[in-house]
Antibody, heavy 115, light 107 residues
Framework: QVQLQESGPGLVKPSETLSLTCTVS????????WNWIRQPPGKGLEWIGY???????NYNPSLKSRVTISVDTSKNQFSLKLSSVTAADTAVYYC?????????WGQGTLVTVSS | DIQMTQSPSSLSASVGDRVTITCRAS??????LNWYQQKPGKAPKLLIY???SLQSGVPSRFSGSGSGTDFTLTISSLQPEDFATYYC?????????FGPGTKVDIK
């Protein structure tokens, strides 16, 4: 059973870079697609982007200029960096596996953007 | 981007009721439509992909249908554990997008 776990700071200052890591256990990251999805408090879901284990990426154009997703196969981890954050980036951030739909999800981590 | 809409935005139902939620895409997405269930404080759970295949472990009271632009999620007999918010998501083209959700609560 594949399990995913997000980790990273829960508070980020405006204009700084949000950094999160997702650790995959129970399976190898060296296959499949690995995604980040977010959900502002009380609102709907937004796909941020994915990375294939080989390193190829696909980002949501609405965030593309600020997003970087990377993978570390040696650690079975993939990461999200979102630059120049504002209060609008406050959300629960989920990592999930899959190319077109997502069958395994992390529990989510709340990131608040505030000074 | 493909825009997804859902109706109703919320509904109240009783245990045992048959519940139908509709999802519409702004253009044809063939059958690339997936359904998720989300309970408060939890990650979404995949129910149906694409359009009509039941995810492993999901009860058979859940079913999906549709093609083109119009899709339906049906719960044949609502159970207490089914009270949640349901999201549709298109996987036809990037960026992958979700509907706004349908909240199912207890009447």
């Amino acid at each position: 059973q594949v399990q995913l776990q997000e980790s990273g700071p829960g508070l980020v200052k405006p204009s700084e870079t949000l950094s999160l890591t997702c650790t995959v256990s129970g399976g190898s990251i060296s296959s499949y697609y690995w995604n980040w999805i977010r959900q502002p408090p009380g609102k709907g879901l937004e796909w941020i982007g994915y990375i294939y284990y080989s390193g190829s990426t696909n980002y949501n154009p609405s965030l593309k200029s600020r997003v970087t997703i990377s993978v570390d196969t040696s650690k079975n981890q993939f990461s999200l960096k979102l630059s120049s954050v504002t209060a609008a980036d406050t959300a629960v951030y989920y990592c999930a596996s899959g190319e077109r739909w997502w069958d395994y999800w992390g529990q989510g981590t709340l990131v608040t953007v505030s000074s | 981007d493909i825009q997804m809409t859902q109706s109703p935005s919320s509904l109240s139902a009783s245990v045992g009721d048959r519940v139908t939620i509709t999802c519409r895409a702004s253009q044809s997405i063939i059958n690339y439509l997936n359904w998720y269930q989300q309970k408060p404080g939890k990650a979404p759970k995949l129910l149906i992909y694409p359009a009509s295949s039941l995810q492993s472990g999901v009860p058979s009271r859940f079913s999906g249908s549709g093609s083109g632009t119009d899709f339906t999620l049906t719960i044949s007999s609502l159970q207490p554990e089914d009270f949640a918010t349901y999201y549709c998501q298109q996987s036809y083209s990037k960026p992958l997008t979700f509907g706004p959700g349908t909240k199912v609560d207890i009447k």
